[in-house]
């Protein structure tokens, strides 16, 4: 079974940093567009973060830019996000998805979802 393994989330204060981790298996990462996306409780699962296949284009929802970057190492199956200067409203569980290439706007667009890391940003 495809599925991302994700890791790496804690409880931060704020200010703090954390790296996460998303492991692929079953598959390999290569012709992958990956996402980070955040879940908050009781509100819908949104994109964070995206690099492209080839990791030449980046993007970051307009509340992370600057705090948080995303790389890939595929050689190693893995996608990191570094996570710099957390903030309360970064709170949720982190997840990441695939899509064939190239990234999207739209969570829709993205599978193979694991189980996600939890990250608290206290105050």
């Known amino acids: 079974q495809s599925q991302f393994v994700e890791s790496g989330g804690g409880l931060v204060q704020v200010g703090g940093s954390l790296r996460l981790s998303c492991v692929a298996s079953?598959?390999?990462?290569?012709?992958?567009?990956i996402g980070w996306f955040r879940q908050a409780p009781g509100k819908e699962r949104k994109g964070v973060s995206c690099?492209?296949?080839?990791?030449?284009?980046?993007s970051y929802a307009d509340s992370v830019k600057g705090r948080f970057t995303i790389s890939r190492d595929n050689g190693k199956n893995t996608v990191y996000l570094q996570m710099n200067n957390l903030k309360p409203e970064d709170t949720g569980v982190y997840f990441c998805?695939?899509?064939?290439?190239?990234?999207?706007?739209?969570?829709?667009?993205?599978?193979?979802w694991g189980r996600g890391t939890q990250v608290t940003v206290s105050s």
């Open positions: 998805g695939r899509r064939s290439f190239y990234c999207s706007d739209f969570t829709e667009d993205f599978e193979s």
């Open positions: 079953g598959f390999t990462l290569d012709y992958s567009a």
């Open positions: 690099i492209r296949f080839n990791g030449v284009a980046k």
